[in-house]
């Protein structure tokens, strides 16, 4: 493994070796000494055009614990606004000696460009690119469900909410049917991509009739915004037919768990009651995300002795 | 001026003969023709004679983008691929909407002389489609411009577009709709599918295309004005098209080279330079434009090719610029997608390339039979050669050709425009 582009190009075992190595990782949280030496003198850029604080401070623990040297670049806007382009930032990165770029864009595939183009020759981690992919939240969720759930194989995963803009939800059905769980999105009409034919999971306009059916429901966020776009009509509407509410959440089956990758509208797809109960595991999310981004770094940047040069 | 005995040519693919050429005009066809004693002779024993190729669609971005391609250099890359005239789109800066911009644009051609350039006018100011432009001055201006087109926006206001229409009966003008229903396609990256929802790319759904071109022959045949469609992309298009005609309804429409032969899948690489508008579409597409391309219901093919600086496609998918080069390469990808398929004859290319666009933008001296008394607008093609596509060797002054690397087959080996060589032997003559 070079790059984290996309969840879609892990094999079951790579995705299984992350995990394991992500459980690893996490046992560290417990002992008084929290850092591996395992990226010493190694540089990992986080590359942000977009502002997400969360996942930024998530790879940033997560590179530190591993002692490599954290550069932030926030570069929000300077590439859509006639700014530095992506190329020129790339080509800076690559005289900086970036050994790893994590990498927030707004636009779907611009991780995918920097591994690709030749402008630099570091391991590119798409850290969520525009309505495309979000795969180190995949792999967190799914590490979260399996310290729960046990092995995914046969699971019964729900993800509901704004499945054609979720670049969460992408990641999630492309990694979950890898590892073996069974898929269903539910979301109106509207907020499903026009084509899911080549999706690996099942579709459904119900919530209620999925909800017995569900070992963990995974709510995504959904920009009230939408409705000014006639994706549903009111944020009261979509809350009825789409929310997560205590009453919902008394359907679902006994040890089923809650997910949501954050930031939530509460009141919107998810009530404060149903984020604040026991069966979510929003806070753990985050925890986890920390151990999942330090297997991916280290995974991709130990061992490494790179010495290509960039051909463009 | 130079005469010249092109000798063992294949005319437009059929019986071999000699075309004698004086006074920028075919003086004779046939064998044993009476030469004069200084005619240079060129041996085009196995080569295709075509009447000079005429673009509907050309993007020569002069005035305002000289950094993507001027006049110049834009009919250079013309006369490389085999073209004696194009019409030039409307979207540049600024935008051709008033005589003085079309007079300096067709000026410009006269002056660079590589190929004729027919200045096409906007349809409304600025081209931001709510009030009509001059039309009528355009019209009767030195440019004689007959195409109007918004390029690049559709004129999707229904009032706007019958009143273009209307207007333009006055003087046999005609009103190439850029099909694109716009609040369907708001952000669109590239062809609505299953591919658009995988890689994240807002569709560009085949009914947006579709839905006006509808509206649009509806509204013509009320008013039967003149009703050109650019760029056709899909297989609905085809059917609404291809019905329209059937019962008699009076439109035109053109294909890109491009619709002709790549499909949506290269968007998977994020690559811009396979972004385009309309996008690249799916191989059901693909084959229902060149089946409506053969049939008749697509009258021409027209490059579309639109040149942009490398900083423009060298960057992430949804901040780059939509447009394919395509002059040099388009009788190529004809060649490899309409006739080597036995889709088309080479006097069927003649029609689309020459005679039908020549008709449709009344350009009177092009797409002529090459025949006694013509103008000397011929192109002499190779279509036993192959070569790959290498964008450095384009004379157009962009790189954006979807075809790098791909082996196409042919090659234009010379081109006149009116008796005097703009190519030969493969290569610019200046």
Same mark, same amino acid.
Request: negative net charge; glycine residues 8%; contains cysteine.
């Given at each position: 493994?070079?790059?984290?582009?996309?969840?879609?190009?892990?094999?079951?075992?790579?995705?299984?070796?992350?995990?394991?190595?992500?459980?690893?990782?996490?046992?560290?949280?417990?002992?008084?000494?929290?850092?591996?030496?395992?990226?010493?003198?190694?540089?990992?850029?986080?590359?942000?055009?977009?502002?997400?604080?969360?996942?930024?401070?998530?790879?940033?623990?997560?590179?530190?614990?591993?002692?490599?040297?954290?550069?932030?670049?926030?570069?929000?806007?300077?590439?859509?606004?006639?700014?530095?382009?992506?190329?020129?930032?790339?080509?800076?990165?690559?005289?900086?000696?970036?050994?790893?770029?994590?990498?927030?864009?707004?636009?779907?595939?611009?991780?995918?460009?920097?591994?690709?183009?030749?402008?630099?020759?570091?391991?590119?981690?798409?850290?969520?690119?525009?309505?495309?992919?979000?795969?180190?939240?995949?792999?967190?969720?799914?590490?979260?469900?399996?310290?729960?759930?046990?092995?995914?194989?046969?699971?019964?995963?729900?993800? %509901?909410?704004?499945?054609?803009?979720? *670049?969460? &939800?992408?990641?999630?059905? $492309? !990694?979950?049917? +890898?590892?073996?769980?069974?898929?269903?999105?539910?979301?109106?009409?509207?907020?499903?991509?026009?084509?899911?034919?080549?999706?690996?999971?099942?579709?459904?306009?119900?919530?209620?009739?999925?909800?017995?059916?569900?070992?963990?429901?995974?709510?995504?966020?959904?920009?009230?915004?939408?409705?000014?776009?006639?994706?549903?009509?009111?944020?009261?509407?979509?809350?009825?037919?789409?929310?997560?509410?205590?009453?919902?959440?008394?359907?679902?089956?006994?040890?089923?768990?809650?997910?949501?990758?954050?930031?939530?509208?509460?009141?919107?797809?998810?009530?404060?009651?149903?984020?604040?109960?026991?069966?979510?595991?929003?806070?753990?999310? %985050?925890?986890?995300?920390?151990?999942? *981004?330090? &297997?991916?770094?280290?995974? $991709? !940047?130990?061992? +490494?002795?790179?010495?290509?040069?960039?051909?463009? | 001026?130079?005469?010249?005995?092109?000798?063992?040519?294949?005319?437009?693919?059929?019986?071999?003969?000699?075309?004698?050429?004086?006074?920028?005009?075919?003086?004779?066809?046939?064998?044993?023709?009476?030469?004069?004693?200084?005619?240079?002779?060129?041996?085009?024993?196995?080569?295709?004679?075509?009447?000079?190729?005429?673009?509907?669609?050309?993007?020569?971005?002069?005035?305002?983008?000289?950094?993507?391609?001027?006049?110049?250099?834009?009919?250079?890359?013309?006369?490389?691929?085999?073209?004696?005239?194009?019409?030039?789109?409307?979207?540049?800066?600024?935008?051709?909407?008033?005589?003085?911009?079309?007079?300096?644009?067709?000026?410009?051609?006269?002056?660079?002389?590589?190929?004729?350039?027919?200045?096409?006018?906007?349809?409304?100011?600025?081209?931001?489609?709510?009030?009509?432009?001059?039309?009528?001055?355009?019209?009767?201006?030195?440019?004689?411009?007959?195409?109007?087109?918004?390029?690049?926006?559709?004129?999707?206001?229904?009032?706007?577009?019958?009143?273009?229409?209307?207007?333009?009966?006055?003087?046999?003008?005609?009103?190439?709709?850029?099909?694109?229903?716009?609040?369907?396609?708001?952000?669109?990256?590239?062809?609505?599918?299953?591919?658009?929802?995988?890689?994240?790319?807002?569709?560009?759904?085949?009914?947006?295309?579709?839905?006006?071109?509808?509206?649009?022959?509806?509204?013509?045949?009320?008013?039967?004005?003149?009703?050109?469609?650019?760029?056709?992309?899909?297989?609905?298009?085809?059917?609404?098209?291809?019905?329209?005609?059937?019962?008699?309804?009076?439109?035109?429409?053109?294909?890109?080279?491009?619709?002709?032969?790549?499909?949506?899948?290269?968007?998977?690489?994020?690559?811009?330079?396979?972004?385009?508008?309309?996008?690249?579409?799916?191989?059901?597409?693909?084959?229902?434009?060149?089946?409506?391309?053969?049939?008749?219901?697509?009258?021409?093919?027209?490059?579309?090719?639109?040149?942009?600086?490398?900083?423009?496609?060298?960057?992430?998918?949804?901040?780059?610029?939509?447009?394919?080069?395509?002059?040099?390469?388009?009788?190529?990808?004809?060649?490899?997608?309409?006739?080597?398929?036995?889709?088309?004859?080479?006097?069927?290319?003649?029609?689309?390339?020459?005679?039908?666009?020549?008709?449709?933008?009344?350009?009177?001296?092009?797409?002529?039979?090459?025949?006694?008394?013509?103008?000397?607008?011929?192109?002499?093609?190779?279509?036993?050669?192959?070569?790959?596509?290498?964008?450095?060797?384009?004379?157009?002054?962009?790189?954006?050709?979807?075809?790098?690397?791909?082996?196409?087959?042919?090659?234009?080996?010379?081109?006149?425009?009116?008796?005097?060589?703009?190519?030969?032997?493969?290569?610019?003559?200046?």
């Amino acid at each position: 493994m070079k790059h984290l582009l996309s969840a879609g190009d892990l094999s079951r075992d790579e995705a299984q070796l992350i995990l394991d190595t992500a459980e690893e990782m996490r046992s560290l949280a417990d002992r008084p000494i929290k850092k591996l030496p395992a990226l010493r003198g190694r540089t990992v850029v986080n590359l942000f055009f977009e502002d997400s604080t969360r996942t930024r401070i998530s790879f940033e623990a997560a590179a530190k614990r591993l002692s490599a040297d954290v550069i932030n670049f926030s570069a929000k806007g300077s590439s859509l606004s006639k700014g530095e382009s992506l190329k020129d930032t790339a080509l800076t990165l690559q005289a900086m000696g970036a050994d790893g770029v994590v990498c927030r864009h707004g636009s779907s595939g611009a991780p995918h460009l920097l591994a690709t183009s030749g402008w630099m020759t570091g391991s590119v981690v798409n850290a969520g690119d525009g309505t495309h992919e979000h795969p180190t939240q995949a792999l967190l969720d799914a590490f979260t469900m399996r310290r729960h759930l046990g092995a995914l194989d046969g699971r019964r995963i729900t993800i %509901v909410g704004d499945v054609l803009h979720s *670049r969460v &939800a992408r990641s999630n059905v $492309l !990694l979950l049917s +890898t590892l073996g769980a069974d898929v269903t999105v539910v979301a109106p009409p509207t907020l499903l991509p026009v084509d899911m034919s080549t999706w690996p999971c099942v579709t459904s306009y119900d919530f209620d009739s999925v909800l017995p059916k569900s070992d963990a429901v995974m709510m995504l966020r959904v920009q009230r915004e939408r409705m000014n776009d006639a994706f549903f009509p009111s944020a009261r509407e979509y809350t009825r037919r789409y929310g997560l509410d205590r009453n919902r959440m008394a359907q679902l089956p006994d040890e089923a768990i809650v997910l949501h990758p954050g930031p939530m509208n509460r009141g919107m797809e998810i009530s404060a009651e149903v984020a604040d109960s026991t069966r979510s595991v929003i806070v753990e999310q %985050v925890t986890n995300g920390v151990a999942i *981004r330090m &297997a991916v770094l280290y995974l $991709l !940047l130990s061992g +490494t002795n790179e010495t290509e040069e960039p051909t463009a | 001026m130079t005469a010249y005995l092109i000798t063992g040519a294949s005319i437009v693919g059929g019986e071999v003969a000699d075309l004698l050429i004086d006074n920028g005009e075919i003086v004779a066809t046939g064998t044993g023709l009476d030469a004069p004693a200084d005619v240079t002779t060129i041996d085009a024993a196995g080569l295709i004679a075509l009447p000079g190729l005429v673009d509907l669609h050309t993007h020569l971005r002069e005035p305002g983008r000289e950094d993507a391609e001027t006049v110049f250099t834009g009919t250079r890359a013309a006369a490389q691929g085999g073209f004696t005239a194009v019409f030039a789109m409307a979207n540049t800066d600024p935008v051709a909407d008033t005589a003085g911009v079309v007079e300096q644009v067709w000026r410009l051609g006269r002056d660079a002389g590589y190929a004729d350039v027919y200045p096409i006018g906007a349809v409304t100011v600025g081209r931001k489609g709510t009030q009509l432009a001059e039309l009528g001055a355009m019209a009767d201006s030195a440019a004689r411009v007959r195409v109007f087109s918004d390029d690049g926006d559709c004129v999707w206001d229904a009032a706007l577009m019958r009143r273009a229409l209307e207007y333009v009966k006055a003087f046999e003008g005609v009103i190439a709709q850029h099909a694109q229903e716009p609040r369907l396609t708001q952000g669109a990256q590239m062809n609505e599918g299953a591919l658009s929802g995988v890689l994240g790319l807002t569709g560009w759904p085949s009914v947006a295309e579709e839905a006006i071109i509808a509206r649009d022959i509806l509204l013509n045949a009320h008013v039967g004005s003149k009703l050109h469609i650019c760029h056709l992309s899909t297989k609905g298009s085809v059917e609404i098209v291809r019905a329209a005609k059937r019962r008699g309804l009076e439109v035109t429409a053109e294909v890109t080279p491009h619709h002709l032969l790549l499909t949506e899948d290269l968007a998977a690489s994020y690559n811009p330079v396979y972004k385009v508008n309309p996008p690249l579409r799916t191989k059901e597409d693909v084959e229902a434009v060149r089946e409506g391309l053969a049939d008749g219901t697509i009258d021409i093919v027209a490059t579309d090719h639109a040149p942009h600086p490398v900083e423009d496609k060298d960057c992430e998918w949804s901040a780059a610029a939509f447009g394919m080069t395509g002059l040099e390469t388009a009788l190529s990808v004809v060649q490899h997608a309409m006739i080597d398929t036995k889709l088309l004859t080479w006097a069927d290319v003649a029609d689309r390339m020459s005679y039908a666009p020549a008709a449709i933008g009344q350009a009177a001296d092009h797409g002529r039979p090459l025949e006694a008394g013509a103008p000397a607008n011929i192109v002499l093609y190779d279509p036993r050669v192959e070569r790959t596509v290498v964008p450095e060797e384009s004379v157009s002054l962009s790189r954006n050709t979807p075809f790098e690397g791909m082996t196409l087959p042919g090659k234009v080996v010379a081109t006149f425009l009116r008796g005097t060589p703009t190519v030969l032997d493969g290569e610019l003559t200046r």
